[in-house]
């Protein structure tokens, strides 16, 4: 199993946190994660699958997914249930309530930790009756770099 140097430091950190956590890093665990963390965008179990596949003949939809289910379990990473992706945690080191702003155009995913939403979306839940054991909040929209590229191609008429 190759993994390139840029993430393997965080690959060993991340190991430590989920040991932490009471969960045991696998070798396809392992290279799911470092999949995730070189491509920095989102991705599906099967373009998961296609990646790991040249380096592990072993690995199937099945089992990517179950590596996936892990990974979210252990606050690794996240399910994006807008694009039906995954993408790694951008602050792993503890447990949060995320937003997502998911740009239609690029696919861009950018993970936000507003403390106020998180409190919003609690406070809403217990006015309605509800307990939340999902707090995760996408929204989906046009990034800025799409917009300007949007704009700077439609001429003036
Ligand atoms: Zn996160
Ligand atoms: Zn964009």
């Given at each position: 199993?190759?993994?390139?140097?840029?993430?393997?430091g965080?690959?060993?950190?991340?190991?430590?946190?989920?040991?932490?956590?009471?969960?045991?890093m696998?070798?396809?665990?392992?290279?799911?994660?470092?999949?995730?963390?070189?491509?920095?965008r989102?991705?599906?179990?099967?373009?998961?699958?296609?990646?790991?596949?040249?380096?592990?003949?072993?690995?199937?939809?099945?089992?990517v997914?179950?590596c996936?289910?892990f990974?979210?379990?252990?606050?690794?990473?996240?399910?994006l249930?807008?694009?039906?992706?995954?993408?790694a945690?951008?602050?792993p080191?503890?447990?949060?309530?995320?937003?997502?702003?998911?740009?239609?155009?690029?696919?861009?995913?950018?993970?936000?930790?507003?403390?106020?939403?998180?409190?919003?979306?609690?406070r809403?839940?217990?006015?309605?009756?509800?307990?939340?054991?999902?707090?995760?909040?996408?929204?989906?929209?046009?990034?800025?770099?799409?917009?300007?590229?949007?704009?700077?191609?439609?001429?003036?008429?």
């Open positions: 199993m190759t993994i390139t140097p840029d993430n393997a965080t690959l060993d950190e991340l190991e430590v946190i989920c040991r932490q956590r009471g969960g045991r696998t070798r396809q665990r392992r290279a799911v994660l470092g999949k995730l963390l070189q491509t920095k989102p991705l599906s179990a099967y373009e998961l699958r296609d990646m790991l596949q040249p380096e592990d003949a072993s690995v199937t939809p099945a089992s997914y179950r996936l289910d990974l979210v379990e252990h606050g690794l990473v996240h399910r249930e807008t694009t039906r992706s995954f993408i945690c951008d602050h080191d503890h447990p949060h309530a995320v937003q997502f702003l998911i740009c239609r155009q690029c696919g861009t995913v950018v993970e936000a930790e507003d403390k106020r939403i998180a409190a919003a979306a609690e809403l839940g217990h006015r309605l009756g509800f307990a939340l054991d999902q707090r995760t909040v996408e929204l989906t929209g046009i990034c800025a770099t799409c917009k300007t590229e949007d704009t700077a191609a439609t001429p003036c008429v």
